[in-house]
């Protein structure tokens, strides 16, 4: 499934879109720890976190990940915002915790499949 | 859902079994850092995490959580299991990681609890 | 009740408020202050454990009405409050993170579950963090005066 189209469907906030918004989102992957991410996320996958401090961003570009989604309303501060737009990787926002993102998500990523 | 059918769901072992069978989880929170989960506005939550290190089980003590369960195939250490028997709180473990384990969860019915937002710090 | 806190000591972090916690309960506290103020000292004692060189203190004081926490240590002060105040905003360092704390939601906790709440933090000299909870859900939300 498109990365445009998930924001459509969960109803997420786009703090930053990558150029590559059309890219196919792999899975998805919920944590907070950046140790755990860099072993076990895969390229093109969804992050769901609460966390959302620039090391975030960095994270994501390292992973290669499609997207980062702040959950539980959290915001990125600045750093992030710029990192992210500077290296073209998608942060995204919701008021939703990262366990209803994840359940969502997955649904609607098995309905595709 | 019964603690029993999500162990089954999620092809988890229950490390820490409650006298009471008929645990239910209702209601669960994802979360790895620890005060993330101590910003949790309700009480009687699961929760599902990936840290196993003591700390957690203190906060579930003090926060009432009903279960742990442990994702990613994270065997805690024996005294964290020991302390969660001396109070009670069922623990599960699973290889499954937590976005699977979620998913599973919220399409049997497990409702998401919320955590204090952001929005709730800017009445003061 | 005193509780002293040792820098570095992560494998007991959350022993103390625990056990003040239960304490509290055995004194008759109700539920939902005993739950506050476990609450308020497991995230004041891990700041203690994580931010302070050398530790430092946890006071529980318990009046008919109201149950008061004070966490003092002599560490470095925090530069700007309200900074840390910022939900997500953190200054630990990655062997803390690794263990799952950093969250940038300490102060945040502490201040959501206080009646009154006060900090007071100079640099080089040290952070004292003021709580008081009113027993028995006389909640008027945390205020916070701070300097």
């Known amino acids: 499934m498109k990365l445009t189209e998930i924001v459509e469907r969960l109803s997420l906030e786009v703090f930053t879109l990558t150029a590559e918004a059309e890219m196919e989102v792999t899975g998805g992957y ?10 076990s996320a895969s390229p093109g996958n969804l992050w769901i976190t609460i966390q959302n401090h620039v090391n975030v961003v960095a994270v994501a570009q390292v992973v290669g990940l499609s997207a980062v989604v702040m959950t539980d309303g959290r915001r990125p501060d600045k750093a992030s915002l710029e990192r992210a737009q500077a290296t073209g990787i998608s942060l995204l926002g919701s008021s939703e915790s990262s366990f209803e993102i994840s359940g969502q998500l997955c649904r609607l990523l098995a309905d595709t499949r | 859902m019964k603690l029993q059918d999500l162990a089954r769901t999620i092809e988890g072992t229950i490390l820490v079994q409650q006298e009471d069978a ?12 620890l005060s993330d989960v101590l910003a949790l506005t309700e009480e009687q939550t699961t929760l599902v995490t990936g840290m ?39 623990l599960l473990l699973t290889k499954k990681t937590m976005f699977e384990t979620c998913g599973l969860m919220y399409a049997n019915g497990v409702r998401p609890c919320r955590s204090g937002s952001v929005c709730e710090m800017s009445d003061r | 009740m005193q509780y002293a806190v040792r820098a570095g000591d992560i494998d007991r972090g959350g022993s103390a408020s625990a056990q003040i916690k239960a304490e509290l309960s055995r004194a008759g506290v109700d539920a939902v202050t005993a739950r506050r103020a476990g609450i308020i000292s497991f995230e004041g004692e891990m700041n203690l454990m994580v931010y302070a060189h050398d530790g430092g203190t946890i006071t529980v004081t318990v009046e008919a009405d109201a149950v008061t926490i004070e966490v003092k240590d002599l ?37 959501k579950n206080s009646d009154l709440f006060e900090i007071h933090s100079h640099i080089g000299e040290g952070t004292t963090i003021i709580s ?10 945390g205020s916070q005066e701070g300097s």
């Not at chain 3, 008081?132 to 939300?141: E, H, L, M, S």
């Open chain 3, 75 to 111: 560490g470095p002060g925090i530069e700007d409050i309200d900074l840390a105040m910022t939900p997500g905003y953190s200054t630990a360092p990655d062997w803390a993170t690794d263990l799952g704390f950093g969250a940038g939601m300490g102060l945040i906790n502490i201040q």
């Open chain 3, 132 to 141: 008081r909870i009113d027993r028995d859900g006389g909640r008027k939300g």
């Open chain 2, 22 to 33: 008929d645990v239910r989880v209702d209601s669960a929170f994802a979360a790895d850092l």
């Open chain 2, 52 to 90: 196993i290190n003591p700390q957690v089980m203190r906060v579930a003590e003090i926060l009432n959580i009903t279960a742990v369960i442990f994702v990613r195939g994270k065997t805690p250490p024996a005294t964290l299991v020991e302390y969660a028997t001396r109070l009670g709180i069922p």
């Open chain 1, 30 to 39: 919920c944590g907070d720890l950046l140790s755990h991410v860099l072993a």
